[in-house]
Antibody, heavy 126, light 110 residues
Framework: EVQLVESGGGVVRPGGPLRLSCAAS????????MTWVRQAPGKGLEWVSS????????AYADSVKGRFTISRDDAKRSLYLQMDSLRAEDTALYYC???????????????????WGQGMLVTVSS | QSALTQPASVSGSPGQSITISCTGT?????????VSWYQQHPGKAPKFMIY???KRPSGVSNRFSGSKSGNTASLTISGLQAEDEATYYC??????????FGSGTRVTVL
């Protein structure tokens, strides 16, 4: 059974750092790209960042670029999100999710996020 | 990247069919056939319902179907049931390993 379990959330002051972790089990972790998605209280889903299967390629939403860093440790089967210079508007429930790929004629295509963790709350407040 | 546009709410009676639209641009939905849909019940993580605009993952009821035309994707729920009451989000690949979600649609079963 695929499981994703986030940890590391909590309350942090504006401008401070926080590191989220996501422990994966039930699948071959280093075969998959991974992503972080967040949801502010009472709001919709927002894609935050993604990393490919071997960590060689990363992408970020404009709202977090330059402040957040995604990484992975395949030996520990873990995904991370280092969040620096946090702002009040970063307050949200942060989900990690697995990216599902399908094989096309010439490459693999990302078709969606097939498994999600339960989410970890990050609150930025003074 | 602006959020994809969805109606805020859609409602229907048990047994009816409803359709949720998701409008993007020629840079996301119109450019890639990589639209996915998610169901989220209150306090729960999103659930993967549709991918590549029309395909259902294993285990998802065939009452859920998707389509796409131009810059707009749609999710149809047939034979509406009480358990379908949830918020639904579309999502599109937007190139360069980036993604964009829709604003979300709350479905109410009357």
């Amino acid at each position: 059974e695929v499981q994703l379990v986030e940890s590391g959330g909590g309350v942090v002051r504006p401008g401070g750092p926080l590191r989220l972790s996501c422990a994966a089990s039930g699948f071959t972790f280093d075969d998959y790209g991974m992503t972080w998605v967040r949801q502010a209280p009472g709001k919709g889903l927002e894609w935050v960042s993604s990393i490919n299967w071997d960590g060689s390629s990363t992408a970020y939403a404009d709202s977090v670029k330059g402040r957040f860093t995604i990484s992975r440790d395949d030996a520990k089967r873990s995904l991370y999100l280092q969040m620096d210079s946090l702002r009040a508007e970063d307050t949200a429930l942060y989900y990690c999710a697995r990216i599902m790929f399908v094989e096309g004629s010439t490459t693999f295509y990302p078709v969606g996020f097939d498994y999600w963790g339960q989410g970890m709350l990050v609150t930025v407040s003074s | 990247q602006s959020a994809l546009t969805q109606p805020a709410s859609v409602s229907g009676s048990p047994g009816q069919s409803i359709t949720i639209s998701c409008t993007g641009t020629s840079s996301d939905i119109g450019h890639y056939n990589l639209v996915s849909w998610y169901q989220q019940h209150p306090g729960k993580a999103p659930k993967f319902m549709i991918y590549e605009a029309t395909k259902r993952p294993s285990g998802v009821s065939n009452r859920f179907s998707g389509s796409k035309s131009g810059n707009t994707a749609s999710l149809t729920i047939s034979g509406l049931q009480a358990e379908d009451e949830a918020t639904y989000y579309c999502c599109s690949y937007a190139g360069d390993s980036k993604y964009v979600f829709g604003s979300g649609t709350r479905v109410t079963v009357l």
